[in-house]
T-cell receptor, first 113, second 110 residues
Framework: KAGVTQTPRYLIKTRGQQVTLSCSPI?????VSWYQQTPGQGLQFLFE???????NKGNFPGRFSGRQFSNSRSEMNVSTLELGDSALYLC????????????FGPGTRLTVT | QQPVQSPQAVILREGEDAVINCSSS?????VHWYRQKHGEAPVFLMI?????EQKGHDKISASFNEKKQQSSLYLTASQLSYSGTYFC???????????FGQGTELSVKP
């Protein structure tokens, strides 16, 4: 089985711009979770989608949003980028949700200048 | 609600043992352990459900003390390949979200 894929792998954006990141889960997995990883804050939960519905949300501002398509692929969007949004964004897929084993993608490294 | 891991970092020689602890202030449904090597994605190690069970993965095992809301990860006879950052994740209820601790950086030297 192919693993979790994320595109793009690297992004450089300017403050105020917006960005869209994509995640394709393992075939058959219906749950996709997104995490932000920074050296100071560790792995922080953004949101989880299951069958196109957002089931859980972390403590991030409304500038962070996401969606999931019928084929389970997911996108996350960050609007009005700030310097502090620079991070590695990881998505993880699982059969039923984060309470089960999760498989992480390689991540998208976002740099905001 | 973020679990607290200790120690924050540990350096070992090959063949030595280590214990990483993960504590929660809130009742847990399950505890998850992941390892992330430098420049790579986190990789799943094991899940422990409430009930105090102990699980193993090669020479890495873990326990979950429901009374103390604490889990411990045991690495025995460590190998160079064990180096990385270990994260515990707290799962408080079915249908909930996984909250990760700050991580413990483990370095195994020859």
């Amino acid at each position: 089985k192919a693993g979790v894929t994320q595109t793009p792998r690297y992004l450089i954006k300017t403050r105020g711009q917006q960005v869209t990141l994509s995640c394709s889960p393992i075939s058959g997995h219906r749950s996709v979770s997104w995490y932000q990883q920074t050296p100071g804050q560790g792995l922080q939960f953004l949101f989880e989608y299951f069958s196109e519905t957002q089931r859980n949300k972390g403590n991030f501002p409304g500038r962070f949003s996401g969606r999931q398509f019928s084929n389970s692929r997911s996108e996350m969007n960050v609007s009005t980028l700030e310097l502090g949004d620079s991070a590695l964004y990881l998505c993880a897929s699982s059969l039923a949700g984060p309470g089960r084993e999760q498989y992480f993608g390689p991540g998208t490294r976002l740099t905001v200048t | 609600q973020q679990p607290v891991q200790s120690p924050q970092a540990v350096i070992l020689r090959e063949g030595e043992d280590a214990v990483i602890n993960c504590s929660s202030s809130k009742a847990l449904y399950s505890v998850h352990w992941y390892r992330q090597k430098h420049g790579e994605a986190p990789v799943f190690l094991m899940i422990l459900l409430k009930g105090g069970e102990q699980k193993g993965h090669d020479k890495i095992s873990a326990s979950f003390n429901e009374k103390k809301q604490q889990s411990s990860l045991y690495l025995t006879a460590s190998q160079l390949s064990y180096s990385g950052t270990y994260f515990c994740g707290s799962f408080y209820n079915q249908g909930g979200k996984l909250i990760f601790g700050q991580g413990t950086e483990l370095s195994v030297k020859p």
